[in-house]
């Protein structure tokens, strides 16, 4: 039985009228799509019965198969172009049925019309842009009539059918639209009158079609079957040697497996109905790290409205069928989540971890090397290549995992996945607490059966490789992508937090990065600049984390917004771009720039944090890509949230113990530090940053100043002595003088409080004279300038005391200004 066969038989089962064969237009009986013998389609429910990946073509002459290959092609733009007016045609009335339902006599209610046009949008967005974009690639090859002129088109088809999950919000809710619409149709005469009359234009000679609303409704749901058929076909005709020919089996894969979790899906909603009228469905799945005492297992997670499901993919590969096994499940019915902050890797896993990055490098390079070889033809050499690339791939993809998601059931049985981006984690937390929060009834599942659906029920084909995506190198990027985070805003009350980012595309770099930790504030500013290397990039992901205080010394981080910026190289290419990324209630500030150049190999050396005390202050903050040092900036901001009441802030030291913890962390572990602040002796904290400033082997202003400043502090006028001192400033190197006035402007702060904490301007002045101001070196044998070595410490603190009560003192600088466009992006 063919579509047309089908579809009548459809409707009459339905009660609806339809013209027998012999009166339908010719054309509507046409089906460009060979239905291949022994493979029966029917449209409720949908099937696929068994649809094998064809392992030859129909054809040996390339010539021919390629002539041929065009005229499918040339079809199936055309039936996007009948498909896309039926679905414009469809949603025709839905703006002004909407405008009727707020008024006294609506023909359907706001939530009818919802109903009735759920995903229809969203499925003609979907085709447009397929349609779009195919008829661009198939233009030159239609003027030239020939085959052989028509450019890859298979990464078009893989992307369209990678989106095929938004027919399932379609599908789940068909029978619901349909039923709305037949009562409305039998009770509603304006609504009758809509439904019975519905035209579309049809072909290029734009003729009138007459629908039924219900025939239209239907129409989603033969494209799924039809697009399976379309693949099918349009891979007979491929070459096995022609660069489509991988990806349109991989298309065929997705879609004839799309195809029977559809109808494999509507079996399992009949058979399993919790009590309170919920049908087990399968909202989300994918590939996660199954930790298990220390091991790590790449497992198929799934997850149903009431319980996740972990099974072993079993087969799957190209023309097999995949079959899974069960490992475990635990109902979503008081499970608890907890994400556990980064694991450190052992010293051999990163050793390993390297080895492989670099060697995943190398073929990377390889297979660029090839595919400019063989001129677009698919050669053994390649595929064996892309072969390797895969293994290598996914060994990474099983080892260097670090974001650990603990699952606590109820019933005292745990489990722990690690992902690869807490951009993914936070989409498996917020899809599980978002089922959670619907007072789930739990049905003890037949795991067996459940287990066996998986194969057909799964939206997700295969763990996320990059080497399975189609290059796209005029879209994506390749070289250097720079990253300045500026400020955030919007938030209702002080809070501390820090913004990660991560980069897609191939991974032999670490392509994430983290702001330092903003103490309690209502408006951070980090200012910090991270340079990522990519290859093959094309999305950056953005969150926001808080961590707030869940007991002495321990703080808790939660994932509080998640954004992602398409990346664009023409919008940033070699100048900074500003963008505005809005997520929950706050926004955050941030510019992106992109340098294209070849990379170099990864090192096979994991890069290690260098330290920060005891060297110089430049060096530090060009490590960091900052003007004032991170250290500087946390250890402020701390004893300005809890110390500026604090007596004898900056006079009284710490526990000794305390200072050289927080001394060694920071060398070590700048994120470890920022957490460590909060729960350490605020004492401890000033003590820090005294001691950080003490063992600066160069103080921030230079030895060979001090004789100018006790000069200038001589200076009998007033106002040329200001002049004298602020040019002496000026002439310090950039970040010497921005953390001087950066600490300067902070000690200000700290003496408006000086009537409780008892630190006048006079008293700090003391405390970071001898630090900040230095004598110069006496070296044995030479003669250096003359300098009273009486009054070497009242110099040091008149100038840090001069300073300090200077009026107008400038602001400092914490990053390097960018050159940016003036136009920001939302």
């Given amino acids: ?181 037949r009562k409305c149709t039998q009770s509603e005469e304006r609504f009758r009158t809509l439904a019975e009359s519905m035209m579309s234009c049809k072909g290029s000679d734009n003729s009138k079609t007459t629908y039924t609303f219900e025939a239209l409704l239907y129409k989603p749901l033969d494209r799924v079957t039809k697009t399976t058929l379309v693949l099918h076909d349009l891979l007979k005709h491929t070459p096995l040697d022609h660069q489509d020919h991988a990806l349109l089996q991989e298309a065929l894969r997705i879609s004839s497996s799309f195809l029977s979790g559809v109808n494999e899906e509507s079996q399992c909603k009949r058979a399993v109905t919790l009590s309170t009228g919920m049908r087990r469905q399968l909202i989300r799945d994918g590939f996660v790290v199954d930790m298990c005492e220390g091991s790590r297992s790449i497992r198929h997670l799934f997850l149903y409205t009431d319980l996740l499901l972990c099974a072993k993919l079993k087969g799957g590969s190209a023309g097999k069928h995949a079959n899974y096994r069960f490992r475990w499940y635990l109902p979503l019915a008081g499970l608890r989540l907890h994400w556990v902050l980064e694991q450190e890797q052992s010293a051999d896993l990163q050793f390993r971890v390297s080895t492989m990055r670099g060697k995943m490098f190398q073929l990377r390079q390889e297979l660029k090397e090839q595919g400019r070889g ?152 980090w200012h910090e600049e991270f340079s990522l290397q990519v290859d093959e990039a094309q999305c950056l992901r953005v969150l926001y984390v808080m961590q707030t205080e869940c007991g002495k010394c321990s703080q808790e981080d939660k994932i509080q917004g998640r954004s992602s910026i398409q990346l664009d190289p023409s919008m940033m290419l070699k100048k900074w771009k500003k963008y505005i990324v809005s997520m929950s209630q706050i926004e955050v500030h941030l ?159 700290v003496a408006e409080k000086q009537e409780v904490n008892k630190m006048s301007l006079m008293n700090l002045a003391t405390v970071f004279g001898p630090s900040l101001v230095r004598p110069p070196e006496v070296v044995l044998g030479q003669c250096g300038p003359h300098v009273d070595i009486s009054q070497e410490v009242v110099v040091q603190v008149q100038v840090v005391y001069f300073y300090l009560q200077c009026v107008n003192l400038p602001a400092p600088l914490t990053s390097v200004p960018l050159d940016t466009d003036e136009e920001e992006d939302t």
């Avoid at 696929?48 to 064809?54: A, D, V």
């Avoid at 359907?108 to 779009?132: A, C, D, G, I, N």
């Avoid at 110390?643 to 060398?667: H, K, M, P």
């Fill in 1 to 181: 039985m063919d579509v047309f066969e089908e579809a009548v038989d459809y409707l009459q089962r339905c009660s609806i009228a339809v013209a027998a064969e012999s009166e339908m237009e010719p054309d509507l009986l046409e089906d460009v799509f060979e239905v291949e013998t022994g493979v029966c389609f029917s449209p409720s429910p949908l099937h696929t019965g068994s649809i094998e990946f064809p392992d030859t073509p129909t054809s040996c002459i390339p010539e021919v198969m390629l002539e041929r290959r065009l005229v499918v092609l040339t079809s199936i733009l055309t039936s996007e172009e009948l498909y896309l007016s039926e679905l414009e045609t469809l949603l025709t009335p839905m703006k002004a049925l909407r405008a009727s339902a707020s008024t006294s006599q609506p023909v359907l209610s706001t939530q009818q019309v919802q109903t009735v046009f759920f995903q229809v949008p969203e499925l003609r967005e979907l085709h447009k842009e397929f349609y779009t974009t195919l008829r661009a690639r198939l233009e030159p090859a239609q003027e030239h009539q020939g085959g052989a002129q028509l450019p890859p088109v298979g990464d078009l088809f893989l992307r369209m059918v990678s989106q095929l999950g938004v027919y399932r919000g379609f599908i789940d809710n068909y029978e619901s639209a349909v039923e709305i619409v």
């Fill in 374 to 525: 063989s001129k677009g033809t698919w050669s053994r050499t390649l595929d064996r290549i892309h072969r390797k690339l895969q293994q290598i791939e996914l060994w990474l993809l099983t080892h260097s995992p670090v974001h650990p998601l603990e699952l606590h059931s109820p019933n005292g049985k745990s489990h722990t996945i690690v992902l690869s981006s807490m951009y993914e984690l936070e989409e498996w937390r917020e899809a599980i607490d978002k089922l959670k929060g619907e007072n789930l009834e739990t049905v003890p599942p037949d795991l067996l059966t459940l287990t066996s659906s998986c194969a057909k029920l799964r939206m997700t084909q295969h763990p996320h490789l990059q080497s399975l995506v189609p290059d796209c190198e005029d879209q994506a990027l390749c070289g250097t992508l720079s990253v300045s985070v500026h400020s955030a805003s919007g938030l209702q009350q002080p809070a501390s937090l820090y913004v990660c980012l991560e980069v897609d595309g191939y991974k032999f770099y670490d392509n994430r990065a983290q702001t330092r930790l903003s103490l309690s504030s209502l408006t951070p500013h």
């Fill in 591 to 749: 510019s992106l720039k992109y340098s294209p150049h070849p990379l170099e190999p990864p090192s096979s050396v994991p890069v290690q944090q260098q330290p920060i005390f005891n060297i110089p202050i430049g060096v530090l903050a060009q490590q960091e890509g900052v003007l004032v040092p991170h250290i500087v900036r946390a250890c402020t901001e701390d004893v300005e949230r809890r110390g500026l009441e604090e007596v004898g802030i900056y006079r009284i030291s710490g526990a000794a113990s305390d200072i050289q913890t927080l001394r060694s962390t920071f060398d070590t572990n700048l994120r470890e530090a920022m957490s460590r602040l909060r729960c350490m002796d605020v004492n401890a904290v000033s003590g820090a940053l005294k001691l950080y400033f003490r063992e600066l082997p160069e103080a921030l202003i230079p030895r060979d100043q001090f004789q100018s400043l006790a000069d200038a502090l001589a200076i009998p006028d007033m106002s040329s002595r200001l002049q004298t001192m602020c040019t002496i400033l000026q002439s310090c190197p950039v970040v010497n003088r921005n953390t001087l006035l950066y600490l300067l402007h902070h000690l200000r702060r």
